[in-house]
């Protein structure tokens, strides 16, 4: 259950992003980074590939203080959601 309830999670951030609610997706992608959801090691490991790679892509628009992810708010043409 732990698993697809990741796996939704993963999907709700990528909706996000595809929506350009970016405070939707920093969110999401921050709580599942939350060392009490990560070390969840035995949830984690049946998550679906395509899902771990769409986590990792989003983990890295939140690395280096967002740069990634202010590149994207900045290219993004309105109506978007910014992150606060």
């Not at 590939?49 to 740069?67: D, F, I, Q, T, V």
């Amino acid at each position: 259950r732990r698993s697809m309830v990741i796996a939704f999670f993963i999907q709700a951030a990528e909706e996000c992003l595809q929506l350009k609610n970016f405070n939707g997706l920093m969110q999401i992608i921050g709580s599942l980074s939350k060392t009490e959801v990560h070390r969840l090691t035995n949830s984690w490991e049946l998550v679906p590939k395509e899902k771990m790679k769409l986590m990792e892509s989003h983990r890295e628009m939140l690395k280096s203080n967002c740069a990634l992810l202010r590149q994207r708010y900045a290219a993004a043409k309105p109506p978007c959601i910014p992150y606060l």
